[in-house]
């Protein structure tokens, strides 16, 4: 309680209302949940007092209790700092493995007691396959964003992954929408799941006012030059279709003399993490970005 009250939290969100709950009980969960609904707290905050309710004795180095895997680096990277932020009063380890920077301290730290390990599918197997980390203690399972590791074409590395772990534990499924594709996953790895829906299917976040310009796509760049200047935006999140457009936009919106930054699966970790730390603390007024690596990106009072 002494962490949620050192972030300023009073009111559960409704996704954290209903699935909490369900969570404590130790049953499996479906939850249908946008980014921007406080999902991420929905499943740190219970599986953090799980956790902490029942130590584990004689515990295995590099030998994680609870596993969350997520579609993207930053998402992964995210979902660390949650976890750091509400258990830093609790003797819980945790980390955090993703692709695109040097394996060998991730290694290192595999060496010693971990708790929960947050991963990206695609580095957990290369950890898996140097024989660097056990998933046999594992007791819960996250699955967070996981429409968007179908879409990123992971179902065949979460199935491998899925086999190496025990078959009695905790299953927890967060998804933005509710596929066929997703209705196949959760039928084959939840037992009699909870179910949690706070936004109908393909809806946006009520926080979100939403405004269309129809233009011709030759005229899209100059509008958004435009709006920005017209409205003095400090702080602007572009989408993209793909890399290249988003390297493209960004390099006109910086001879036009606005700052920006683009991020997508070609450029280096560092070179992205760099990007979002300069937009998140008002330094760098416009980042470019494509879907997939701006999927589930928590920025504070984004206007």
Not at 18 to 24: D, E, M, N, W
Not at 40 to 48: K, R, S, V, Y
Not at 149 to 169: E, H
Not at 222 to 240: A, C
Request: proline share 5%; with cysteine; charged share 20%.
């Amino acid at each position: 309680m002494r962490a949620i009250n050192d972030a300023g939290y009073t009111t559960p969100t409704p996704v954290q209302a209903q699935a909490i709950p369900l969570v404590l009980a130790g049953g499996d969960l479906l939850a249908g949940a946008q980014t921007g609904t406080g999902k991420t707290a929905g499943f740190t905050l219970p599986l953090l007092h799980l956790l902490n309710a029942k130590p584990l004795e004689n515990q295995r180095n590099g030998s994680p209790r609870c596993l969350i895997l997520t579609p993207t680096r930053e998402l992964a990277a995210q979902v660390e700092e949650s976890v750091q932020t509400y258990g830093k009063y609790l003797q819980l380890k945790s980390m955090v493995m993703f692709g695109g920077v040097n394996i060998n301290p991730q290694i290192k730290s595999l060496r010693g007691k971990i708790d929960i390990l947050v991963s990206t599918p695609g580095r957990l197997l290369d950890h898996i396959g140097q024989k660097t980390l056990d998933l046999s203690a594992v007791e819960i399972l996250v699955l967070d964003e996981a429409d968007r590791m179908l879409d990123m074409g992971f179902i065949r590395d979460i199935k491998k992954i899925l086999a190496l772990l025990p078959k009695k534990r905790q299953n927890l499924l967060f998804s933005a929408t509710f596929s066929d594709e997703i209705k196949n996953l959760s039928d084959g790895l939840l037992n009699n799941p909870g179910f949690v829906e706070v936004a109908r299917r393909n809806t946006t976040s009520e926080l979100v006012e939403q405004t269309v310009h129809m233009i011709p796509q030759k005229l899209k760049s100059y509008l958004l030059i435009h709006l920005i200047k017209h409205n003095d935006w400090k702080q602007v999140l572009v989408f993209t279709r793909t890399k290249h457009g988003a390297n493209r936009l960004a390099e006109k919106l910086c001879k036009d003399d606005i700052p920006a930054m683009a991020i997508h699966g070609n450029k280096s970790q560092s070179a992205r993490t760099k990007a979002l730390a300069q937009f998140k603390d008002g330094s760098l007024p416009v980042l470019v970005a494509t879907d997939i690596a701006a999927r589930g990106l928590d920025i504070e009072l984004l206007p």
